[in-house]
């Protein structure tokens, strides 16, 4: 735990860097499930960086295609500020389905727990360097770091998904992606 800008404290349950294949990880919470399909998870979203569309899980993308990739997750009691370093920025709403939250790799191979309450949350996802990793495609271990992530969580009711900040190609290729899917198929 430490302080933000307003003294409140937050938590840290992740930071370091994270294996992604597929340039995805994920964010889990129902128990029964396994994996998040990128339609469904995408589904009536304007915001293609994180699919929010299936109650109780998140599908985030990054540049990189396959290998680790700075990832930090913070759990706040308030809005954080944006801190504009950050490439791209959305934010997405999201309700835990079950008292078991955690931060997954593709096909389950690590996970992280998050400890989140079971209550509404607003989630903001920050990039840099997407770009950059996408062209890289794959990074080696003794590759240096192209991009860094941050999912950051405060309580907060549902609101429409939305983009804050948008500076790169691959960015702008996953917003038009997710732009073009259906509204999802369930209810709830």
């Known amino acids: 735990m430490f302080p933000d800008a307003m003294g409140e404290m937050v938590r840290r349950p992740v930071k ?9 990880i994920y964010v889990e919470s129902d128990p ?8 469904e998870a995408f589904a009536g979203q304007s915001v293609g960086l ?11 993308t990054t540049g990189l295609h396959t290998g680790n990739v700075g990832f930090t997750v913070e759990v706040h009691s308030h ?5 504009p370093a950050w490439e791209e920025a959305v934010e997405v709403s999201f309700r835990p389905e079950s008292a078991r939250t955690r931060l997954v790799q593709w096909a389950g191979e690590a996970s992280w727990e998050l400890d989140l309450e079971g209550t509404d949350y ?11 990793a996408h062209q890289q495609d794959t990074r080696m271990d003794d590759d240096p770091q192209q991009d860094c992530y941050l999912l950051q ?5 549902p609101v429409p998904d939305r983009v804050l900040k948008q500076t790169s190609a691959n960015a702008a290729y ?5 732009r073009r899917q259906p509204p999802p198929s369930h209810t709830g």
């Open 122 to 132: 607003r989630v903001r996802y920050c990039a840099t360097g997407m770009d950059q």
């Open 32 to 39: 029964d499930g396994f994996g998040v399909d990128l339609g």
């Open 174 to 178: 996953w917003h038009e992606h997710a």
């Open 16 to 24: 370091g860097e994270v294996h992604v294949h597929y340039g995805q």
């Open 79 to 83: 809005t954080p500020p944006l801190d």
């Open 153 to 157: 969580f405060w309580p907060a009711p």
């Open 50 to 60: 994180c699919g929010a569309a299936v109650p109780g899980a998140l599908l985030l």
